[in-house]
C-alpha cells in the first residue's frame, strides 16, 4: 500500500484505472499536511507534481531492453536537472540566505 502510495504520488506508475484521480487526491493529501510548504507554495507543489507526472508518462512500457536502458540514462540527467530548477526556486534561496 505505501509502494502504491509513493508510485501514484510521485507519478511513476502509470497504468490503471483510476490512477489520475488517485494522484490527485493524494497531492492534494500533500499540501493539506502542508509538506515542504516551509520552502515552496501549494501552486508551485502542484507544479512539481505534474512534472514528476510527466516523466512518467514518458516510460516506453512495451519498449525493448535498448530503449529501457537509454530511457533510464536520460531519466538520471532530468532528475538531477529537475532537482537543481526546484532546488534553486527563489522561496528557497531566501529561506537559506536567511539562516
Avoid at 540514462?73 to 529561506?95: A, L, M, T
Wanted: aromatic share 16%.
Amino acid at each position: 500500500m505505501v509502494s502504491d502510495f509513493m508510485d501514484n504520488l510521485s507519478g511513476e506508475y502509470v497504468a490503471g484505472q483510476g490512477r489520475d484521480q488517485a494522484s490527485e487526491h493524494l497531492v492534494n493529501y500533500f499540501i493539506a499536511r502542508a509538506y515542504g510548504q516551509e520552502y515552496f507554495s501549494g501552486e508551485h507543489i502542484r507544479q512539481i507534481f505534474k512534472e514528476m507526472n510527466a516523466l512518467g508518462l514518458l516510460f516506453p512500457a512495451d519498449g525493448k531492453k535498448k530503449l529501457l536502458h537509454s530511457y533510464d540514462n536520460w531519466r538520471k540527467h532530468h532528475h538531477r536537472h529537475w532537482f537543481k530548477k526546484w532546488y534553486r526556486k527563489p522561496k528557497r534561496y531566501s529561506i537559506s540566505k536567511a539562516e
